[in-house]
């Protein structure tokens, strides 16, 4: 009786072990974070589109993940450089990769029209 219950305990923590060792991650966040520190600090938004696609595309070819918010920050620099189609793709992108961003995303996109349609009667 002692000898199984010393070999379940072993066989548990070998079991546990082994969860442990295959930690990966849920995303690929690669630059993003830096990016975002980048995007504070006010550098290039062109520079930082072109390493964030990048990311992007290694990251859908490795058949990963890309964090949340990933899509709705670079849609951001898109609309900071004035690619205003880009930049609604990657909200919608944004929407349909976490919808539980729904609601926020809805109301930047509001925000947003209602500004376009203000500096369109400015003019």
């Known amino acids: ?9 072993l066989i548990a923590a070998v079991l546990t072990l082994a969860g442990c060792a295959t930690n990966s991650a849920l995303y690929s966040w690669g630059p993003y974070e830096n990016q975002v520190y980048a995007h504070f600090k006010n550098e ?4 930082q589109i072109l390493i ?5 595309q290694e990251t859908q070819t490795n058949g990963k993940k890309l964090p949340p918010g990933y899509r ?3 849609g951001l620099l898109y609309s ?9 793709i990657a909200l919608e992108q944004e929407k349909v990769a976490f919808p539980e961003s729904s609601v926020y995303i809805d109301k930047l996109l509001a925000s947003t029209k209602s500004k376009r349609v203000a500096q369109n009667e400015k003019k």
């Open 52 to 56: 964030l696609e990048k990311h992007a």
């Open 1 to 9: 009786m002692m000898h199984a219950l010393k070999s379940i305990a």
């Open 80 to 88: 900071k450089v004035g690619r205003e189609s880009d930049f609604l």
């Open 44 to 47: 290039s938004p062109e520079e």
């Open 72 to 74: 709705a920050h670079l």
